[in-house]
């Protein structure tokens, strides 16, 4: 059984960093992706960045791009989201989320069969 969970929110001033960690667990099969998504409240859940498990293209949100980074580490089946000159704008639930395989859109959260509970980054001005 597939299992995906996040650790590292937390609160920070704008302009600062935060690495967020997901754990991926129970993939039989290579070449799955992962994709970070968040939450604002009274917002849709969206796509921000997402990687292929074992190497494959990433994929960024334009909101993000130049400040998130994607990386996975292959040996401890994680994906890291490093995130650089917070914003305000940025604060949200922030979750992993695992599809089985390949995905046509992935920044689409309908795309991704496997959530984690999700973990707060909030950004203060």
């Known amino acids: 059984q597939v299992q995906v969970s996040e650790s590292g929110g937390g609160s920070v001033q704008a302009g600062g960093t935060l690495r967020l960690t997901c754990t991926a667990s129970?993939?039989?099969?290579?070449?799955?992706?992962i994709g970070w998504f968040r939450q604002a409240p009274g917002k849709q859940r969206e796509g921000v960045a997402s990687i292929v498990l074992g190497g494959g293209p990433t994929l960024y949100a334009d909101s993000v791009k130049g400040r998130f980074t994607i990386s996975q580490d292959r040996t401890k089946n994680t994906v890291d989201l490093q995130m650089n000159r917070l914003a305000p704008e940025d604060t949200a639930e922030y979750y992993c989320?695992?599809?089985?395989?390949?995905?046509?859109?992935?920044?689409?959260?309908?795309?991704?069969?496997?959530w984690g509970r999700g973990t707060q980054v909030t950004v203060s001005s």
């Open positions: 129970g993939y039989t099969t290579p070449h799955n992706r």
């Open positions: 989320a695992g599809a089985d395989g390949g995905v046509w859109y992935p920044l689409k959260p309908n795309e991704y069969l496997y």
